[in-house]
């Protein structure tokens, strides 16, 4: 999902020393916790990671709640933690003994910590040292600096009772600097899903996590928030179970910044839904087994994706649309039809392209992956990502993505979703004649003259291009 040799990380559903189980026990489904911190356990290591960003994600009912492609980079080998690069901190750095000796004093000491602003790493902790004139307090900060503040631009400390709490609603003092702790320890735990009230707050991993499989589907069919941890399959659960036992419509919200994991949150929704909530349609044998409407909705995000996704300089696999997916059911719970609508297409895109970003994946696709007869009908025999234009200037590669299995994903879900074979090479040669247009250049025919012409050589591809469109030259 993320790096070259992707390594997957550890199942935070069933950590050692957790006292939630994971999966695999069969006494029981996991319950909600609030772990001590510091992390005391063994962690692992040397998971590839960007960087991470925050979605929130609102819960159904009012409701608004929250493939993907990363270049990533690997963390430092002293830290033995899962945490990116920009909220490593010098205390991580340190080891977790002063980790221990802040958190285990802030209850029984008497001291009074609070967190501090800092240029560098968002937030330091200390303790109060003495309270000086004119409002000001001295500081003694984690990273052994003393820091002369006013009370008023400090912050409070939680109990270390409240490190990676699964809702952070609970928090005794509820401010920017609590919440971006309680995130960062349940991060570096692996837990990436933390409610927060009403909402879910999701932070992209970059690295693929076991935690979306059938076996989890099942552990949140119909449970309850205090009875499972955090999770995407939570939400979606809760606006099925609200659908079919109040009859009323149900929204879900996914938003956040680019990179944050909208795309892949949205496929988990819909991979819930149509797990949960099996279809009214006859499925007679295996062989039509893929064309029901549960596996035509799961299988347009490779289309949706193909021709309105690209990579850009924070996200390898950015939606460049906007979409509404509008999925109908039953009085029975089961799924009677769905609707996709998609606006706000970055067509721009197309033609202007930036030296550190792709185009839209459909272009590489059929250039890596279309075997030898469809390049020679669309006149693409031979010819490679640098031969045009439109995709000679940005990156031929995403690191770990292979395009030409995306493009049998790509062909497998057009046969799903019923696309006739007709159809397809259609929608393929205006691609091809996409390509071809982009080579086409124009100059002027001379200074003083207000007048334009083609280039010696975009005459050939001109020619290509009205050939595939079935139009003439002239």
């Known amino acids: 999902m993320a790096s070259t040799s992707p390594q997957k990380r550890g199942n935070p559903f069933s950590r050692t020393g957790s006292s939630s189980p994971g999966p695999a026990n069969t006494n029981g489904r996991p319950k909600s916790m609030v772990s001590t911190s510091p992390l005391s356990g063994p962690q692992s290591s040397g998971h590839n990671r960007s960087y991470s960003s925050l979605a929130g994600v609102a819960s159904p009912s009012y409701t608004p709640v929250a493939r993907h492609r990363s270049n990533s980079k690997a963390v430092l ?100 600097a609590s919440v971006v702790h309680n995130l960062h320890m349940r991060y ?74 909208k795309t892949e949150n949205t496929k988990k929704v819909i991979q819930y839904l149509a797990a949960v909530a099996h279809s009214d349609s006859p499925v007679k044998n295996k062989a039509q087994q893929h064309s029901n409407l ?72 059929l250039l890596k992956g279309a075997d030898r007869k469809m390049k020679q009908d669309f006149m693409l025999d031979g010819l490679d990502v640098e031969d045009f234009a439109y995709t000679r200037d940005g990156h031929d590669t995403i690191a770990g993505v292979s395009d030409q299995e995306e493009w049998n994903s790509l062909i497998e879900a057009f046969a799903i979703m019923g696309f006739a074979d007709k159809e397809q090479i259609s929608i393929l040669r205006t691609i091809a004649a996409v390509l071809h247009l982009g080579n086409i250049t124009v100059v002027k025919e001379s200074r003083a003259a207000d007048q334009a012409r083609l280039a010696s050589d975009a005459r050939a591809h001109a020619d290509k291009m009205c050939r595939l469109l079935g139009i003439p030259v002239e």
């Open 188 to 261: 570096q735990a692996d837990l990436i899903y933390t409610y927060s009230g009403l909402f879910l707050v999701a932070i992209n991993p970059y690295c693929p996590l076991t935690i979306y499989t059938n076996e989890y589907i099942n552990m949140y069919k119909g449970q309850g928030r205090e009875e499972t941890k955090p999770h995407i399959y939570a939400m979606a659960d809760e606006a099925f179970r609200n659908l079919v036992d109040e009859g009323e419509n149900q929204s879900i919200l996914v938003t956040g910044e680019s990179g944050a994991g």
């Open 294 to 365: 549960s596996q035509q909705i799961l299988r347009a995000n490779p289309i949706l994706e193909a021709f309105g996704n690209a990579q850009t300089v924070r996200n390898n696999n950015s939606s460049r649309f906007g979409k509404f997916i509008r999925i109908e059911f039953t009085r029975a719970g089961t799924i009677a039809g769905a609707f996709i609508d998609w606006y706000l297409l970055e067509k721009s895109r197309v033609v202007r392209l930036n030296a550190h970003e792709r185009n839209y994946h459909v272009f590489y696709q």
């Open 77 to 176: 080998p002293s830290s033995n933690t899962f945490a990116p690069s920009f909220i490593k901190s010098e205390e991580m750095q340190r080891g977790v003994d002063t980790v221990k000796g802040i958190e285990g004093e802030n209850d029984f000491s008497g001291k009074r910590y609070v967190w501090l602003k800092d240029p560098n790493t968002a937030f330091v902790k200390g303790w109060v040292v003495e309270e000086l004139e004119d409002n000001h307090i001295l500081v003694q900060c984690d990273d052994g600096s003393q820091r002369e503040v006013h009370a008023d631009s400090v912050d409070k400390v939680n109990p270390a009772k409240f490190d990676k709490a699964d809702d952070m609603a609970e928090l005794t003092h509820l401010n920017e």
